[in-house]
């Protein structure tokens, strides 16, 4: 067996039918093949590896080269998709060499953290990640936002295609990115995607000229549903702002459906306001993002808090080693091994878990991600106090 990357011209013999096998209802017509070279630019700067027998692609994985915001920094981040084998060929290895020579190269290449979206979530947990929270769907009627279709609210509102209010849409994930924890976005050429199909409405609340809340969201029929893909707001003004908006669909649809973080308290945004939240897991299909970190140096400077523990991590191709935190300053400082300070042993799920704020160090133990002495519990709580990821990007 052979691995090697693949040029974007090749995905449409080497790696797209592996995936349209996975992933898609099949066989399709032959004819539907032509449409995967639509697919190609978004694509382009992907890293996608294939493992060949015989000159035949039997497995597939790509990387996209992201960013995401973690504890206050944007880093350069692999999104992990398409990971695919050939029917004939599972369960003989293959996808563990081709993740393994995946992420090391995008470790290599300034990638230090890593998210997916697994099939399940057992399978990578192998490979060091760590689940994170589900985005939460609510559900509510904008017939009980009533009280909001005449206020006056001091901020406007844009309504347009995405197609062409994307540059706005675009700049203000990228904006999101940089302030909030979790929070995942496309390289440019992959994002032009939500442009090019032009498959949503765009509603945007600028407060000041400054926008401060926009959502995507489509409309499945009269008396249906509107369906937001992800409500984004900066503050409460902002949000209220869009309830408004979907106010005024009072005789238009019969729900509004949106989703949102899992640190976000719908029943709280109004009075007499009845919702339904929901985040459903699945397997294979909908499931939990999970993440890791591919490398710890680069962490230095996260916003943590008041701790100060030396970590061993064992069991990693990637970051076995061990390190001191110090986090009294506010900022993550990394250092080498010292004696004297409380001192934990972690797998890498275990480190990722904490870096992303999804667990408390009371835990790991419990879920096989290491070994915690109440003393270096004690530092990793006040280090990387429990924070929401809100990942937002889906691939
Ligand atoms: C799931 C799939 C990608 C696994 O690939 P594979 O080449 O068969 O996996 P490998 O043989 O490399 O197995 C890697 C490790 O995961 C384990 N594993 C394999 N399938 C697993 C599963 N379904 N659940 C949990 N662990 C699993 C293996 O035992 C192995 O563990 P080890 O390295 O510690 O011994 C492949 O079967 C497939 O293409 N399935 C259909 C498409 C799909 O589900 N893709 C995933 C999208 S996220």
Same mark, same amino acid.
């Given at each position: &067996?052979?691995?090697?990357?693949?040029?974007?011209?090749?995905?449409?013999?080497?790696?797209?039918?592996?995936?349209?096998?996975?992933?898609?209802?099949?066989?399709?017509?032959?004819?539907?093949?032509?449409?995967?070279?639509?697919?190609?630019?978004?694509?382009?700067?992907?890293?996608?590896?294939? *493992?060949?027998?015989?000159?035949?692609?039997?497995?597939?994985?790509?990387?996209?080269?992201?960013?995401?915001? =973690?504890?206050?920094?944007?880093?350069?981040?692999?999104?992990?998709?398409?990971?695919?084998?050939?029917?004939?060929?599972?369960?003989?290895?293959?996808?563990? *060499?081709?993740?393994?020579?995946?992420?090391?190269? &995008?470790?290599?290449?300034?990638?230090?953290?890593?998210? @997916?979206?697994?099939?399940?979530?057992?399978?990578?947990? %192998?490979?060091?990640? /760590? !689940? @994170?929270?589900?985005?939460?769907r609510?559900?509510?009627?904008?017939?009980?936002?009533?009280?909001?279709?005449?206020?006056?609210?001091?901020?406007?509102?844009?309504?347009?295609?995405?197609?062409?209010?994307?540059?706005?849409y675009?700049?203000?994930?990228?904006?999101?990115a *940089?302030?909030?924890h979790?929070?995942?976005?496309?390289?440019?050429?992959?994002?032009?995607?939500?442009?090019?199909?032009?498959?949503?409405?765009?509603?945007?609340?600028? /407060?000041?000229?400054?926008?401060?809340?926009?959502?995507?969201y489509?409309?499945?029929?009269?008396?249906?549903d509107l369906? =937001?893909?992800?409500?984004?707001t900066?503050?409460?003004?902002?949000r209220?702002?869009?309830?408004?908006?979907?106010?005024?669909?009072?005789?238009?649809?019969?729900?509004?459906?949106?989703?949102?973080a899992?640190?976000?308290?719908?029943?709280?945004?109004?009075?007499?306001?009845?919702?339904?939240i929901?985040?459903?897991?699945? =397997?294979?299909?909908?499931?939990?993002? &999970?993440?890791?970190?591919?490398?710890?140096?680069?962490?230095?400077?996260?916003?943590?808090?008041?701790? %100060?523990?030396?970590?061993?991590?064992?069991?990693?191709?990637?970051?076995? !080693?061990?390190?001191?935190?110090?986090?009294?300053?506010?900022?993550?400082?990394?250092?080498?091994?010292?004696?004297?300070?409380?001192?934990?042993?972690?797998?890498?799920?275990? @480190?990722?878990?904490?870096?992303?704020?999804?667990?408390?160090?009371?835990?790991? #133990?419990?879920?096989?991600?290491?070994?915690v002495?109440?003393?270096a519990?004690?530092?990793?709580r *006040?280090?990387?106090?429990r924070?929401? #990821?809100?990942?937002?990007?889906?691939f």
């Amino acid at each position: &067996m052979e691995i090697r990357r693949i040029s974007s011209k090749e995905r449409l013999t080497h790696s797209f039918p592996l995936q349209a096998y996975a992933f898609e209802a099949s066989p399709a017509p032959r004819e539907d093949a032509a449409k995967y070279s639509d697919l190609l630019p978004f694509q382009e700067d992907n890293l996608t590896l294939v *493992a060949e027998e015989g000159g035949t692609s039997v497995a597939a994985v790509s990387a996209i080269p992201m960013r995401q915001n =973690v504890r206050g920094t944007l880093h350069p981040m692999a999104g992990i998709a398409s990971v695919t084998v050939h029917p004939l060929a599972r369960r003989q290895g293959h996808i563990r *060499a081709l993740l393994d020579r995946v992420l090391g190269q &995008m470790r290599d290449e300034g990638h230090p953290v890593s998210a @997916l979206y697994p099939f399940r979530a057992s399978f990578y947990e %192998r490979f060091g990640y /760590v !689940g @994170l929270p589900k985005k939460r769907r609510v559900t509510f009627s904008p017939g009980d936002l009533g009280h909001l279709v005449r206020a006056d609210l001091p901020g406007e509102l844009t309504w347009e295609r995405i197609g062409t209010g994307y540059p706005a849409y675009r700049a203000f994930t990228l904006r999101l990115a *940089a302030e909030r924890h979790g929070f995942a976005v496309f390289p440019d050429y992959r994002d032009e995607r939500l442009r090019a199909d032009d498959l949503s409405w765009l509603v945007t609340a600028r /407060v000041g000229g400054e926008v401060a809340a926009a959502a995507t969201y489509q409309i499945t029929g009269h008396g249906a549903d509107l369906v =937001v893909d992800d409500l984004l707001t900066t503050t409460p003004l902002s949000r209220t702002l869009l309830l408004q908006f979907f106010a005024r669909h009072v005789d238009q649809v019969e729900r509004v459906t949106a989703g949102i973080a899992a640190d976000e308290l719908p029943e709280l945004w109004g009075t007499d306001l009845q919702t339904e939240i929901e985040a459903r897991t699945r =397997v294979p299909h909908s499931n939990a993002p &999970m993440a890791r970190v591919l490398a710890v140096p680069p962490l230095a400077g996260a916003r943590v808090g008041p701790g %100060r523990v030396v970590v061993e991590v064992v069991d990693d191709p990637f970051i076995a !080693g061990t390190y001191l935190f110090d986090g009294r300053g506010g900022r993550l400082e990394v250092g080498g091994d010292e004696s004297g300070v409380p001192r934990a042993t972690l797998r890498a799920a275990g @480190l990722s878990a904490l870096v992303y704020g999804v667990l408390d160090p009371d835990e790991l #133990p419990l879920r096989g991600f290491g070994a915690v002495p109440a003393d270096a519990g004690a530092q990793l709580r *006040a280090l990387f106090p429990r924070a929401v #990821p809100y990942l937002f990007a889906d691939f």
